[in-house]
């Protein structure tokens, strides 16, 4: 039995909709609602780069005030990488569209490696923390794939 939540799941995968519908908007719709959605396909990959960076301080944060931190992770380093995603997120908000959107996937990519090992703070069960990987490592794929296939299709296919 999965110990998500079923709420979790559908909302998670409900988060791919736009990387998914984006993708092929920014290969199939017509100058310039193409280029349009390759800037939205980038902004919405910000966003979530992120929402998983914070998603760091959110489990920090109920740790407050209540006991000194047991280590390092949770002193400091959890913060400084709650922040960097969102950081090299707006860098690439600002330079040429497939650049972004390949430094965005690589960022989701990154996070969810480090993540693997970080989660292990967060979670009281091995099985919460196995099936959540296991849907973050969905999640992860498909939006990498979305973002790299958009500047593929930006950089090689349209013209």
């Known amino acids: 039995m999965n110990p998500l939540p079923p709420l979790l799941r559908k909302l998670a995968y409900a988060g791919l909709i736009p990387f998914v519908g984006l993708a092929l908007m920014v290969q199939l719709a017509p100058t ?3 280029y349009l959605s390759g800037e939205s396909l980038a902004s ?21 005030g ?27 908000l600002h330079i040429y569209i497939p650049v972004g959107l390949l430094i965005l996937a690589s960022t989701l990519v990154i ?15 091995d099985d919460a923390r196995a099936a959540f990987m296991v849907l973050r490592n969905h999640l ?11 500047a593929v299709v930006i950089l090689f296919i349209q013209n």
Request: aromatic share 16%.
């Open 32 to 34: 310039p609602l193409n």
């Open 66 to 92: 209540k006991a000194p931190p047991s280590d390092r992770w949770e002193n400091r380093n959890a913060w400084i990488w709650g922040v960097i995603p969102a950081l090299v997120a707006w860098v690439a």
């Open 111 to 125: 996070q969810r490696n480090i993540d693997q090992d970080t989660y292990q703070y967060y979670f009281s069960s």
């Open 140 to 150: 992860t794929y498909v939006s990498a794939t979305c973002l790299v296939w958009s």
């Open 44 to 64: 919405y990959g910000a966003i979530i780069a992120s929402f998983m960076g914070a998603m760091h301080w959110g489990a920090n944060l109920h740790t407050l």
